[in-house]
């Protein structure tokens, strides 16, 4: 069994609003100052042509036709926009772009000690848009770490599944009481006597006993811990990379003997310590260690079974590349060597002092990303008596490879449903250049990390079911995301089950100038048709993975003339003539109809109770018909033997219009845009039990029951002008808007 070797060293309101409107619009000159009466929610930038300064001096901004303007109440910053580069005399409108500090936390050691490397990584900028999130965890493979620092125990993973001290493996993972991580560590005789170990129990016994107080190292674990993800404006010592991920804790090497400077282990716990980290749900794995270069022992079975079990599940491996760089061997080691899987991230380090490659810092194939290797303060055991329980770190690529893995973790906080190619594909095309190395030979991979840079180019993922009025559409249907008129992103519709599913990757503003920011607005299409709701994207620390997002094409609202369908039988149909008297206000109906019935939910019934029929028979003796008069809006029954339409003017109804329901069935014209039923009848909840549709052109009845799927459902939408029955348990009205 191969060992393993620490890398930790080589050392007037109304009216202002309108003339301010006017003015933006038509004036040659500036816009109106005038303040508006409420707090805009965002601002249009507005260029005109220039005008010449009254003064000699260079023109400024407004002189060069640039002035700032806010959005009126009801509109986008985008379809603003949009309208005044419509207008003449403006040569350009765009939103106004937020912008923000670049966010420094608190913690007393940060401007003394950190702000010089996290600021090469870009961290502060990071920063800016996400500090981390609880769901993210990062398994670090290590000597342990210091579960009561205060810096990092706020920051622990804890085992859903596990109760504490109870000596039983509760979740039946193999691993006993395993609170906050596992350790997999064998009894050796060299550890028995250098750390007093007396058994190879696999355990929680996670605590970090690299080293002792007198030794120049010690705590590598909890210092590799620290780096990634120490509690950050917090007020105490230091900030991790993501100051809110969750630090899963897996012992995999020893205390290191008496001096603390050569922790070890073996290959097999590796592998032991990734498959544990995976299957308890670990999303990034941190491994400041390595093989010996070239050493063919450590390319065990095992570990690349351990790697591929992670690949599956989709779990970044960041792997140290040893510390081998002026050796005669510089070759990174296992699993830093691997090239065949793309999860196995090798991490070179950089000299901060110069920039470029460090002397130590292996070389070659395997390497994909460098990040500083030298002065990264962290955390260190607080039992080891030190005044402050923080140190800088030694040089070695064990330093640089947390913070690779926190610059992931950052990236898989801000969204949560990226795979993890995504993650390395945003680094990599974001890293800073790397020098060459007087070698010649690969030492940084794609570059120097830049995760601030990274983090403005997250893209959301937004992902639901494609509806169309809120039924499910169907695969295949183009789906496309716009943010304003800049097309952001792209998919089709799937199938799953009876849903149409999708999944549209929308691109942030800095990888396609006028998409994805911080309170934008995202319109889906689908089939070439704008769908509702829309989305806005999120702000800094909200998860741009966006689930669960439904949206649906709506039946558009009629025109001018509203037509209804007879199938040549009974049809339900809408009067939105004027009020009149029958059968002359029923003029519109074909020629060939014979009988039309009108339900009234209030009149007495002759069966008991209310709810009765009055009818109008054509040709008919007068003492026959009982329904003398129609209201518009009524809804009623048409018998006429021959399929055809009926055209009416649109009424167009004023919003607001109140419909009052009995107890029993109503048969009512609904009068409102096109809504969700559950939206639509909102007022209502709770009092009805079944929503009902004739179909007039199929001749059959569709049936909508509250709170049934809607795969059950036949119709999920009431749609303006159409007409339905409803079952209300109590009187009730709803208000149509």
């Known amino acids: 069994m191969a060992p393993i070797r620490l890398w930790m060293r080589v050392g007037g309101r109304v009216l202002a609003g309108i003339l301010l409107f006017i003015a933006a619009f038509l004036l040659p000159g500036k816009v109106s100052a005038a303040p508006p009466p409420h ?3 965002a601002y249009v930038i507005i260029q005109r042509p220039a005008t010449v300064a009254a003064w000699g001096a260079t023109p ?15 509109w986008t910053a985008e379809a603003y926009a949009a309208a005044l580069r419509s207008r003449s005399g403006i040569l350009d409108a765009v939103p106004d772009a937020p912008v923000y500090a670049a966010r420094a936390p608190n913690d007393p050691l940060y401007p003394v000690n950190q702000v010089g490397y996290l600021s090469t990584i870009g961290a502060p900028q990071a920063w800016d848009f996400v500090t981390g999130r609880p769901e993210v965890v990062v398994a670090v493979l290590d000597t342990g770490a210091d579960l009561s620092h205060p810096d990092l125990s706020p ?3 804890t085992n859903p599944g596990e109760v504490p001290g109870d000596g039983i493996d509760n979740d039946g993972n193999g691993c006993i009481d395993d609170v906050h991580g596992c350790r997999f560590v064998d009894l050796t005789a060299a550890n028995r006597v250098s750390c007093g170990y007396s058994s190879s129990a696999r355990n929680g016994d996670v605590w970090d006993d690299n080293g002792t107080a007198g030794s120049a190292t010690h705590s590598h674990g909890t210092m590799v ?5 120490a509690a950050g404006n917090n007020g105490l010592g230091i900030a991790g990379v993501a100051w809110n991920v969750r630090l899963m804790i897996v012992k995999v090497l020893d205390c290191g003997g008496p001096g603390g400077s050569n922790p070890s282990g073996s290959m097999f716990n590796v592998a032991e310590g990734i498959d544990y980290a995976v299957r308890m749900g670990a999303r990034i794995i941190n491994l400041s260690l390595a093989s010996a270069p070239g050493d063919p022992t450590a ?7 351990a790697i591929e079990f992670a690949l599956s599940r989709g779990v970044l491996i960041v792997a140290a590349a040893g510390n081998w760089g002026s050796s005669a061997n510089p070759a990174p080691g296992y699993p830093a060597a691997y090239t065949q899987y793309p999860n196995v991230i090798g991490v070179g380090a950089m000299d901060p002092s110069t920039g470029g490659w460090a002397s130590y810092s292996a070389y070659g194939q395997g390497i994909d990303f460098a990040a500083p290797g030298e002065g990264i303060a962290s955390t260190v055991r607080t039992d080891l008596g030190g005044s402050l329980p923080y140190r800088v770190s030694d040089k070695g690529t064990s330093f640089a490879t947390p913070l690779v893995s926190g610059s992931l973790a950052l990236l898989a906080s801000r969204n949560t449903r990226l795979g993890y190619g995504d993650y390395v594909a945003l680094l990599a095309d974001t890293a800073s250049p790397a020098p060459p190395a007087p070698h010649g030979q690969n ?9 601030g840079n990274a983090a403005r180019r997250v893209p959301a993922v937004i992902s639901g079911n494609a509806l169309h009025d809120w039924k499910d559409i169907g695969p295949g249907v183009e789906v496309r995301a716009y943010v304003g008129t800049t097309l952001c992103g792209s998919t089709q519709t799937f199938s799953f089950g009876p849903a149409s599913p999708y999944i549209v990757r929308v691109a942030a503003d800095a990888e396609i100038a006028g998409c994805g920011a911080a309170g934008r607005v995202v319109r889906i299409y689908l089939g070439g048709q704008p769908a509702v709701p829309t989305i806005t994207w999120p702000g800094p620390e909200q998860d741009l993975g966006l689930v669960d997002r439904d949206v649906s094409t709506v ?11 007879l199938g040549g039988s009974w049809a339900n149909l809408a009067h939105l003539e004027a009020n009149g008297d029958l059968p002359a206000a029923l003029a519109y109906l074909p020629s060939n109809w014979s009988a039309v019935y009108f339900w009234d939910a209030n009149a007495p019934s002759p069966l008991g109770g209310t709810g009765r029929y009055l009818r109008l028979i054509r040709d008919a003796p007068d003492w026959v018909n009982t329904w003398e008069r129609v209201l518009r809006y009524d809804a009623y029954w048409v018998e006429a033997p021959t399929p055809s339409t009926v055209a009416s003017i649109n009424p167009n109804p004023p919003p607001g219009r109140v419909v009052y329901f009995a107890p029993g069935w109503n048969n009512f014209v609904y009068t409102g845009t096109t809504k969700r039923v559950s939206e639509a009848l909102q007022e209502i909840a709770g009092k009805y039990t079944q929503v009902l549709h004739w179909d007039n052109a199929a001749g059959v009845w569709q049936v909508h029951i509250p709170g049934q799927s809607r795969f059950l459902n036949d119709f999920e ?4 002008f159409r007409v339905y029955w409803i079952y209300v348990t109590e009187p009730v009205g709803i208000t149509m808007n």
């Open 39 to 41: 707090a805009p929610q």
């Open 60 to 74: 400024g901004l407004r002189e060069r036709g640039f002035e700032k303007v806010p959005v009126p109440p009801g």
């Open 155 to 157: 920051r622990l993973w």
């Open 225 to 229: 811990a620290g780096v990634i993800g």
């Open 299 to 305: 390319d065990t079975p095992a570990l690349r079974a």
């Open 443 to 451: 030492w940084a991979g794609a570059g120097i990390i830049h995760v």
């Open 555 to 565: 039946t558009p609202d009629p025109g001018p003339i509203v037509t209804q369908q």
């Open 717 to 720: 939408a009431l749609v303006k």
